[in-house]
């Protein structure tokens, strides 16, 4: 059984920050790419970033770009999506998702609301 739960997610502030956490269980995380993925109402699911295994390898949307950062820590089964400077733009709901090969897991989704 494979469980990913995301957290972190809220309400902020324009130009504030946000860090997500999406903590696995059941799962070899070591062995799967992560990846963060937002939608917006309305809107079909997109990618936000990727981390690659051992996390040696990043990618990133060019909407996020030098903005948004995204780390792993193996030892803890868990992926982090650091967000600064938020606008309005960022309002979304934010999953995290596992994939090796055929294999892609999704998390249930947290909501992050950037508004005044």
């Known amino acids: 059984q494979v469980q990913l739960v995301e957290s972190g997610g809220g309400l902020v502030q324009p130009g504030g920050s946000l860090r997500l956490s999406c903590e696995d269980s059941?799962?070899?995380?070591?062995?799967?790419?992560m990846s963060w993925y937002r939608q917006h109402p309305g809107k079909e699911r997109e990618l936000v970033a990727t981390?690659?295994?051992?996390?040696?390898?990043?990618n990133y949307d060019d909407s996020v770009k030098g903005r948004f950062t995204i780390t792993r820590d193996n030892r803890k089964n868990t992926v982090y999506l650091q967000m600064n400077s938020l606008d309005p733009a960022a309002t979304a709901v934010y999953y995290c998702?596992?994939?090796?090969?055929?294999?892609?897991?999704w998390g249930p989704g947290t909501q992050v609301t950037v508004s005044s």
């Open positions: 059941g799962l070899t995380f070591s062995a799967y790419d």
């Open positions: 981390i690659t295994m051992a996390g040696g390898s990043t």
């Open positions: 998702s596992a994939r090796r090969g055929s294999r892609h897991f």
